[in-house]
C-alpha cells in the first residue's frame, strides 16, 4: 500500500507502508546507527519521535525480545530505505515488520532516505506526518498543523510509577526515571549496585529518606528546560554531598543545576560520535541520542570542569562539579546499542559512592 512522509514545511517523499497500517505524526529524527535498530525503537528517549534510519537496510536480523531497552515501542514511527522481511539470526523470535504491527507503529520503507537525511541536516529537525493520504494539499494542511509534545508530558509518558527497588547489589541507588533504558539498569547492577527507580517528581527529601549512596539521572526524551522544577531537587542533593551521576536528560539536567544553560541542536547527535576525553586526551566512540546541549559559555570554570567535547562540533559531552566530583556525561555510556569504550563511567560512580562513605565513617 502506498504511504507519504510529509514533512512540517510541506516537503513529500513517497513510499510503500510497513508496520501498522495508519497515520502516525512526530517528531523526525534521523539516527546514523548501522545496527540496534530494537533498542532505538524501544528506546524511551525516542518517545515522540518519528526515526530515519540512515542504513539502507533495516530489519536484516529481525527481533528479540532480549535486546528491548522497555516493554514497549516508544517510537511513533519510522522511516526506512529497505525493509528485511526474511530475518537471518539464531536469536531472531519475529520480523521487524511484524513486531511494528505488534506494537502498534506506523512505518514507510522505499524512502530515499540519503536525500531525507542532507534535507534534515540542512534545514534542520521538525515535525513529520506518516500517513496513506493521496491528496498532497490535504497531507501538507495536517503536517502544518503539526505541535511537538513538550519535555514534561513526554517523560510523563514513559517515567515510572510510584517506587520499584530492584533486589540485589551492596550500593543502594536511586535512580530518578525520567525514561531510562534497560540497559543502564543493567549496567548499575552489573557494577555492584541495588537500584531503587523513582518517579522524576520525586523531592529530594523523599530521596534522602530511601538512604542512598548516590543519585543516577537518567535518559529521557524531550527539552530538558521543560524540568527545570528539578533543578532544585538537584541543587538540594548536591549541597547534601551526595554522589550524582548522570546521563543523557540527566546531564543536561545537571548541568542546569550548576547554571548552566541548554539550547537545541540543529538536527540532533543520534548515533555513533567521536568524544574527546580532556584528561587522557583519548578518543571515544560513544553512542548518542539527543537533540539539546549545555552551552559551554555558561558554565563555571571554577566550579565546574569540562570532561569531554563533541570533535564534530565541540559541544559538551561531559562535566564534573569540581566541589563533589558528581559527574554526567551527554552520551550513553552503557552503549546498547553502541560501542563498549565508555562502561568504565560506572565503575567511576561506585569508586565516587565508596569514597563518600568511607569519609563519613572517618568523621563519625
Same mark, same amino acid.
Given at each position: 500500500?502506498?504511504?507519504?512522509?510529509?514533512?512540517?514545511?510541506?516537503?513529500?517523499?513517497?513510499?510503500?507502508?510497513?508496520?501498522?497500517?495508519?497515520?502516525?505524526?512526530?517528531?523526525?529524527?534521523?539516527?546514523?546507527?548501522?545496527?540496534?535498530?530494537?533498542?532505538?525503537?524501544?528506546?524511551?528517549?525516542?518517545?515522540?519521535?518519528?526515526?530515519?534510519?540512515?542504513?539502507?537496510?533495516?530489519?536484516?536480523?529481525?527481533?528479540?525480545?532480549?535486546?528491548?531497552?522497555?516493554?514497549?515501542?516508544?517510537?511513533?514511527?519510522?522511516?526506512?530505505?529497505? !525493509?528485511?522481511?526474511? *530475518?537471518?539470526?539464531? $536469536? =531472531?523470535?519475529?520480523?521487524?515488520?511484524?513486531? %511494528?504491527? &505488534?506494537?502498534?507503529?506506523?512505518?514507510?520503507?522505499?524512502?530515499?532516505?540519503?536525500?531525507?537525511?542532507?534535507?534534515?541536516?540542512?534545514?534542520?529537525?521538525?515535525?513529520?506526518?506518516?500517513?496513506?493520504?493521496?491528496?498532497?494539499?490535504?497531507?501538507?494542511?495536517?503536517?502544518?498543523?503539526?505541535?511537538?509534545?513538550?519535555?514534561?508530558?513526554?517523560?510523563?509518558?514513559?517515567?515510572?510509577?510510584?517506587?520499584?527497588?530492584?533486589?540485589?547489589?551492596?550500593?543502594?541507588?536511586?535512580?530518578?526515571?525520567?525514561?531510562?533504558?534497560?540497559?543502564?539498569?543493567?549496567?548499575?547492577?552489573?557494577?555492584?549496585?541495588?537500584?531503587?527507580?523513582?518517579?522524576?517528581?520525586?523531592?529530594?527529601?523523599?530521596?534522602?529518606?530511601?538512604?542512598?549512596?548516590?543519585?543516577? !539521572?537518567?535518559?529521557? *526524551?524531550?527539552?530538558? $528546560? =521543560?524540568?527545570?522544577?528539578?533543578?532544585?531537587? %538537584?541543587? &538540594?542533593?548536591?549541597?547534601?554531598?551526595?554522589?550524582?551521576?548522570?546521563?543523557?536528560?540527566?546531564?543536561?539536567?545537571?548541568?542546569?543545576?550548576?547554571?548552566?544553560?541548554?539550547?537545541?541542536?540543529?538536527?540532533?547527535?543520534?548515533?555513533?560520535?567521536?568524544?574527546?576525553?580532556?584528561?587522557?586526551?583519548?578518543?571515544?566512540?560513544?553512542?548518542?541520542?539527543?537533540?539539546?546541549?549545555?552551552?559551554?559559555?555558561?558554565?563555571?570554570?571554577?566550579?565546574?570542569?569540562?570532561?569531554?567535547?563533541?570533535?564534530?562540533?565541540?559541544?559538551?559531552?561531559?562535566?564534573?562539579?569540581?566541589?563533589?566530583?558528581?559527574?554526567?556525561?551527554?552520551?550513553?555510556?552503557?552503549?546498547?546499542?553502541?560501542?563498549?569504550?565508555?562502561?568504565?563511567?560506572?565503575?567511576?560512580?561506585?569508586?565516587?559512592?565508596?569514597?563518600?562513605?568511607?569519609?563519613?565513617?572517618?568523621?563519625?
Amino acid at each position: 500500500m502506498k504511504a507519504y512522509l510529509c514533512l512540517q514545511d510541506g516537503t513529500i517523499f513517497a513510499g510503500e507502508s510497513i508496520g501498522l497500517l495508519g497515520e502516525a505524526s512526530g517528531e523526525l529524527c534521523f539516527n546514523s546507527s548501522i545496527t540496534g535498530y530494537q533498542e532505538i525503537i524501544t528506546d524511551p528517549t525516542c518517545c515522540g519521535q518519528i526515526v530515519v534510519f540512515t542504513y539502507p537496510l533495516i530489519g536484516n536480523y529481525g527481533v528479540n525480545m532480549l535486546d528491548d531497552q522497555s516493554p514497549h515501542a516508544h517510537v511513533k514511527g519510522v522511516v526506512v530505505k529497505e !525493509l528485511a522481511h526474511y *530475518p537471518s539470526n539464531y $536469536r =531472531a523470535s519475529q520480523s521487524l515488520h511484524s513486531y %511494528l504491527v &505488534e506494537q502498534k507503529v506506523v512505518g514507510i520503507k522505499d524512502v530515499d532516505t540519503r536525500t531525507l537525511t542532507k534535507y534534515l541536516r540542512d534545514h534542520g529537525t521538525m515535525m513529520g506526518l506518516i500517513s496513506p493520504e493521496e491528496d498532497a494539499e490535504k497531507l501538507r494542511e495536517k503536517a502544518r498543523q503539526l505541535k511537538p509534545r513538550n519535555g514534561a508530558q513526554l517523560v510523563e509518558a514513559v517515567t515510572t510509577r510510584g517506587k520499584q527497588v530492584l533486589t540485589g547489589g551492596r550500593y543502594p541507588v536511586v535512580v530518578m526515571d525520567f525514561g531510562v533504558k534497560r540497559g543502564l539498569v543493567n549496567a548499575l547492577r552489573a557494577v555492584g549496585c541495588q537500584v531503587a527507580l523513582v518517579n522524576y517528581r520525586t523531592t529530594a527529601e523523599e530521596i534522602l529518606a530511601l538512604q542512598p549512596w548516590g543519585v543516577f !539521572l537518567s535518559n529521557g *526524551p524531550g527539552d530538558p $528546560r =521543560a524540568l527545570d522544577f528539578v533543578v532544585p531537587v %538537584l541543587q &538540594e542533593l548536591l549541597e547534601k554531598g551526595m554522589p550524582i551521576m548522570g546521563v543523557g536528560m540527566g546531564h543536561s539536567l545537571l548541568g542546569m543545576a550548576l547554571g548552566g544553560k541548554v539550547s537545541p541542536l540543529k538536527h540532533g547527535h543520534r548515533g555513533n560520535y567521536p568524544v574527546k576525553d580532556l584528561n587522557s586526551n583519548r578518543i571515544l566512540i560513544t553512542a548518542q541520542n539527543h537533540g539539546y546541549v549545555l552551552e559551554r559559555e555558561s558554565l563555571t570554570p571554577e566550579e565546574v570542569e569540562i570532561t569531554h567535547l563533541n570533535l564534530h562540533d565541540q559541544t559538551v559531552e561531559g562535566l564534573r562539579h569540581r566541589p563533589s566530583g558528581s559527574f554526567s556525561v551527554q552520551f550513553n555510556p552503557e552503549a546498547h546499542p553502541g560501542p563498549q569504550e565508555t562502561a568504565a563511567f560506572f565503575h567511576e560512580f561506585v569508586r565516587l559512592m565508596a569514597q563518600r562513605q568511607k569519609g563519613r565513617k572517618e568523621d563519625a
